[in-house]
């Protein structure tokens, strides 16, 4: 039998069983009972210049990557921190003020000078990254998303193919007209312009801005630095960029091909 010392400690045992059981089923990450009256953050979108709020702007840098924060539940946060990482490059925007229940906000960062070398970048969205807010669910409050930023750079051409003629046939030269036709975003990188003739190749930088609908001209060496001797056609494939350093919406349409005759 069991005598009454030992039933009393069994008891307590018990309870205090119970209690574990009841807080591990009932607790928040950051180890507090969480009520049913507690907000629930949630991050719901993640992308860029996601709505009229944020225009697409002709400065790279001045386009923004927008989270949106909602609360799902009828209680409201008064306050909680927003962390948003891109290519793992932490960005954080602390103490934010109240979110009323069922209420969303935008928290945007502008597109940052790095982001220029990637035609994706992954971005990640975390609400309460600390833990300080007592919620009903953490288990929304992270997004990721792959962004593609081809469409906001600019759109390289390759338009025209020009003879340029000399005193003879080895003092020709070809003028290339590479136009960028975004509308909307400039050419600020250097980038070559590769020609080759009759299967002789040769690249040739460009160096300077192009602004949105203008263009500008390149020039090839003279045929005598391709080694090309005289013949009565020849064969010429002008590609703009053909190192990829600048990240476009459309590349097929930079490469351009003619033949061109000689008395």
């Given at each position: 039998m069991i005598n009454k010392e030992a039933g009393k400690y069994l008891v307590v045992v018990g309870v205090v069983l119970f209690s574990i059981f009841v807080f591990s089923l009932n607790h928040s990450f950051t180890g507090r009972l969480v009520s049913?009256?507690?907000?629930?953050?949630?991050?719901?979108?993640?992308?860029?210049?996601?709505?009229?709020?944020?225009?697409?702007?002709?400065?790279?840098q001045n386009n923004k990557v927008v989270a949106v924060i909602c609360n799902n539940n009828n209680f409201a946060a008064s306050k909680y921190d927003v962390r948003i990482v891109l290519n793992n490059r932490h960005y954080d925007f602390p103490s934010r003020g109240r979110i009323e229940g069922k209420q969303c906000v935008d928290v945007s960062t502008s597109f940052k000078p790095f982001m220029e070398d990637f035609r994706f970048v992954e971005a990640f969205a975390v609400i309460d990254p600390f833990n300080k807010v007592i919620e009903t669910n953490k288990e929304n409050n992270r997004l990721r998303k792959v962004l593609n930023l081809s469409a906001y750079g600019p759109n390289l051409v390759t338009s025209e193919i020009k003879l340029v003629e000399g005193s003879d046939f080895s003092k020709n030269k070809f003028k290339v007209k590479v136009c960028d036709v975004s509308k909307k975003v400039a050419v600020r990188k250097a980038f070559d312009v590769s020609i080759s003739i009759d299967g002789i190749k040769r690249q040739f930088i460009h160096r300077g801005e192009i602004r949105p609908g203008a263009c500008a001209d390149v020039y090839t060496s003279v045929f005598s630095a391709f080694n090309l001797a005289y013949k009565k056609q020849v064969f010429v494939e002008a590609n703009a960029d053909s190192g990829n350093v600048i990240f476009e919406p459309n590349e097929n349409d930079n490469g351009l091909y003619r033949s061109f005759t000689f008395d």
């Open positions: 049913s009256e507690a907000p629930d953050l949630a991050v719901a979108q993640v992308g860029v210049n996601l709505h009229s709020n944020y225009p697409f702007d002709n400065s790279f």
